[in-house]
């Protein structure tokens, strides 16, 4: 069967998050969007995403728990996180080092350029995350 990614898009606001998954859907992509834990889990258990496209300040969703449930539940199959903020990144700098996301982008840079990155973490060749500091390469 050709690879075919899954993309589970987390944001609390059902907007946000439906736009985003509107855009990945014109590039061909296959995405679901989640705005709560037990929705993103659910997704989980029925899609097992390739990427996880998660908002960083989500009142009721801690994004770390998130991220490893995520990451828990693809029982070794390859997942790509990238985190999203309205934040810069210099402002949520200590939760990128906790959760060692592949990528990260400010959400002012638009919906389109956030699926090009999504695009690329679809095809690249897994990395070690650029914010997880002082661990050698394949020790992760």
Sequence with gaps: PMYSP???VVDDSPFAAKALVRVLELRGLRARAATTMDE???VCAEARPTVLVADTGMPNVDVVELCRRVRNAAR???LSVLLIST????QVSDLLVTVAPDAFMEKREGAAAVAARVEDL???VAKPSPFRAGV???RA
């Excluded at 934040?87 to 210099?90: F, I, K, N, S």
């Design 6 to 8: 899954s993309i589970l």
């Design 40 to 42: 993103a889990m659910h």
């Design 76 to 78: 070794g199959q390859r």
């Design 87 to 90: 934040q810069p990144e210099a």
């Design 122 to 124: 679809c095809t690249a």
């Design 136 to 138: 050698p390469v394949g």
